[in-house]
């Protein structure tokens, strides 16, 4: 079973959605058969870097709200978080362009290292309150992860390298008419739109097995063994 999850590390559904995945697939039988792999997504790719706005205050001026209304908002969204066992830390928070850090996560793919530096990335912005559209913060991040640090510092400081890989992830999202994330597609045929609860997670991949996974071609109802001929041999019963 192969799920696409298309995300970006400032959507704080995302870490929740992720989050729900992992758990409901920790409780799954056949975790050892499933690959996930995660596409880049921007929620907004003309997002300046982080320029000290709160993020209390960028979801103001984009919702035309007050500063108090959205940080009720955030704090809802904390909240769900907190079920899930994550710390969301809004009031530090860095809003900042992404396209670098999915630019990391491309190349942390080509070494292996997709997985541990997408969360890292997660945990960077919404808990720890990192800049995660910074340079040296995203070399922090890779080296923690595992990576070379003077060798991703080359890789983001060349402004085209693995940038196609992430815009053919979202011209991907596009064909798909993805609006909104986190978005996820299990075997090019089954969708599950936003952080949806963890038992619909776990539906379906229940579901998804259960029509996907091979099966027999006939439903054995036979009570013995050893007493058939296979490749040539005969198994030859003892004598009483």
Known sequence: M?????????????????????????????????EVEFKAFELDQNTPHYNGESIHEVLAKKYRMSVEQAKQANHNVG???????????????????????????????????????????????????????????????????GLDRQEVLSVLQDKTA??????????????????????????????ISGAQPLDTFKGALEKVWEEEAPKPLFHDLSTEQDVSCTDGNCVIPEKE
Request: charged share 25%; hydrophobic share 40%.
């Open 162 to 191: 693995f940038a196609n890989e992430v815009r053919a992830d979202e011209a991907i999202a596009q064909q798909y008419q993805i609006s909104g994330v986190p978005y996820f597609i299990i075997n090019s045929k089954y969708a």
């Open 79 to 145: 909240q769900q978080a907190a079920t899930v066992g994550l710390t969301y830390n809004f009031d530090e928070m860095k809003p900042t362009n992404t396209f670098d850090a999915h630019r990391l996560a491309k190349f942390a793919q080509t070494k292996g290292k997709a997985a541990v530096v997408s969360e890292k990335l997660l945990q960077a912005y919404f808990t720890e309150a990192k800049h995660i559209g910074d340079a040296d913060t995203l070399a922090d991040i890779a080296e923690d992860s």
């Open 2 to 34: 192969k799920i696409q999850v298309w995300s970006d590390y400032v959507c704080p559904f995302c870490y929740i959605g992720k989050r729900r995945l992992e758990l409901a697939l920790d409780q799954f039988p056949h975790k050892d058969q499933v």
